[in-house]
């Protein structure tokens, strides 16, 4: 949820987020893979499907648009069959295209997949922009009415069209912009709100500077920030969140801003995560947020998307599905493309249940015998509704928010999924875990997700029960020794 105030003037809500960018056609080709060809020693795909969505600056101004947000996009299509998807795709999305022509045919790219990750990738089109004399009057119209700007640079050329960044640069202050750069493009213009490369962008524009660590890219943000003469610059770091410094009162420098991703994302698709960051970057800036809380959300979110599965599974079916606005949701999200994952890969999914309110040693005993079964545990956390429900109104006593930060940073624990019903199983469902472990005096025939992962295949075990140790007790031990 975000912190920062918005603005309170409705007309300054109504205005639309502008994205300026190079619009690519995606194409993902998924299949198995199981045998090599007789001719050559390369895999041979079975293709079990195809999808299609925008990508690039497109994919950028979709994202924004799924969040609820009016939004045009300045960009250049060919009127070629790619072209003419695309625009069919934005469409759909609720995106106004205003369309600068191509010289040559729509850009395209093609993933061909298995188990989750790419095998090959294949690039078609790709002509420049041509540049116009003056930009057309619907642009510069975007441009003096929009709340911000995003420039999603694909380095080919549209963010370079001169008449475009003289719009930009136009505004001055008066607009937001977030400069997402390639280095086959061009500098972004001076006084941007926030420039984001990434860590390899940001080597490449700031060789001299050594190393790959925390502090190095302190050092790569600051010599981008006088380089390009913008207002901030956060180099984002993949599953190691960002890091943000902003120019300074009287031209000095703030002290960088290390921002950690709230959800882990290693293993997720992270094609798209980029223009998950920048567009809502751009969002927060143009509902009043300062620039820190707005790199904050912006990496949340993007976590959240490789955490879910990336573009590959959020874009399914050709609709954009990011329904997983609340961290509880991202880390739903999050465990049911872990499990995916692992089942993919011939692993072991468990699952564990429970409200874990006041973690103790018991609680740790079976969380590590619960993990030893498999190759990955989930544990499925009661939400504070839900065992208020189950344990009256006076419990839990900490928060779902901070019980999953607490579980989570167990070794043993590969990811938490709050539930609100009384019981895991319509996210059992979801997860269809090969196996569903239940610590204490319990009989799997009692066990509701037992039944549940009978359906699939699964099976519910139990631990040994570990004597003495229960949340209970800790509780009237406390009132026992605060009544002393």
């Known amino acids: 949820m975000r912190r920062f105030v918005r603005h309170d003037d409705a007309l300054i809500r109504r205005r639309p987020l502008l994205v300026v960018g190079d619009a690519l056609l995606d194409r993902d080709v998924e299949g198995s893979v199981e045998r090599l060809s007789p001719d050559a020693p390369v895999p041979v795909l079975d293709e079990s499907q195809r999808s299609t969505r925008p990508g690039g600056a497109a994919l950028a101004a979709a994202l924004a648009a799924s969040d609820g947000r009016e939004v045009t996009l300045i960009t250049?299509?060919?009127?070629?069959?790619?072209?003419?998807?695309?625009?069919?795709?934005?469409?759909?999305?609720?995106?106004?295209?205003?369309?600068?022509?191509?010289?040559?045919?729509?850009?395209?790219?093609?993933?061909?997949?298995?188990?989750?990750q790419s095998i090959v990738r294949i690039d078609r089109g790709g002509g420049r922009v041509e540049e116009v004399g003056d930009a057309p009057a619907a642009a510069r119209a975007a441009i003096g009415w929009a709340a911000a700007v995003l420039v999603a640079d694909y380095g080919r050329g549209v963010a370079a069209v001169r008449s475009v960044r003289a719009a930009?640069?136009?505004?001055?202050?008066?607009?937001?912009?977030?400069?997402?750069?390639?280095?086959?493009?061009?500098?972004?213009?001076?006084?941007?709100?926030?420039?984001?490369?990434?860590?390899d962008e940001a080597i490449r524009f700031a060789p001299h500077v050594d190393g790959d660590d925390l502090t190095t890219a302190s050092a790569r943000a600051e010599a981008l920030l006088e380089r390009w003469q913008a207002r901030a610059v956060c180099v984002t770091r993949g599953a190691d969140g960002a890091v943000l410094v902003c120019a300074g009162a009287g031209g000095g420098r703030a002290h960088p801003l290390a921002i950690t991703a709230p959800l882990e994302a290693t293993g997720g698709d992270p094609c798209g995560a980029g223009d998950r960051f920048a567009s809502r970057a751009a969002q927060a800036l143009a509902d009043g947020a300062?620039?820190?809380?707005?790199?904050?959300?912006?990496?949340?979110?993007?976590?959240?998307?490789?955490?879910?599965?990336?573009?590959?599974?959020?874009?399914?079916?050709?609709?954009?599905?990011?329904?997983?606005?609340?961290?509880?949701?991202?880390?739903?999200?999050?465990?049911e493309a872990l499990a995916r994952r692992v089942r993919a890969n011939g692993g072991t999914v468990v699952a564990t249940g429970g409200c874990f309110d006041l973690l103790h040693a018991g609680h740790v005993a079976t969380l590590q015998a619960a993990r030893r079964l498999g190759d990955t545990l989930i544990v499925c956390l009661n939400s504070d509704a839900s065992v208020r429900r189950l344990k009256g109104p006076d419990r839990p006593l900490v928060s779902q928010e901070d019980r999953a930060a607490v579980l989570r940073a167990l070794e043993c624990v590969d990811e938490v999924a709050v539930f609100d019903e009384d019981t895991p199983v319509p996210l059992l469902e979801r997860l269809r875990p090969h196996l569903f472990a239940k610590g204490g005096d319990y009989r799997v025939a009692d066990l509701p997700e037992a039944h549940a992962l009978a359906r699939w295949g699964g099976r519910a075990v139990t631990l040994p029960f570990v004597a003495g140790r229960s949340t209970s007790r800790l509780i009237e031990e406390a009132k026992q020794r605060g009544t002393a």
Request: proline share 8%.
């Open 76 to 116: 250049a299509l060919s009127k070629d069959p790619c072209g003419d998807e695309l625009r069919r795709l934005l469409d759909d999305a609720g995106v106004r295209v205003i369309d600068l022509g191509l010289n040559a045919a729509t850009p395209e790219k093609i993933r061909v997949r298995t188990g989750g």
């Open 168 to 199: 930009l640069e136009s505004r001055g202050d008066r607009l937001p912009v977030v400069w997402d750069p390639h280095p086959r493009g061009p500098e972004p213009v001076r006084g941007a709100a926030l420039v984001t490369p990434n860590r």
């Open 290 to 335: 300062s620039v820190p809380e707005a790199v904050e959300e912006a990496v949340a979110a993007a976590s959240a998307w490789v955490a879910a599965g990336g573009a590959a599974v959020c874009y399914a079916g050709g609709a954009l599905d990011l329904g997983f606005g609340s961290l509880a949701e991202s880390r739903s999200a999050a465990a």
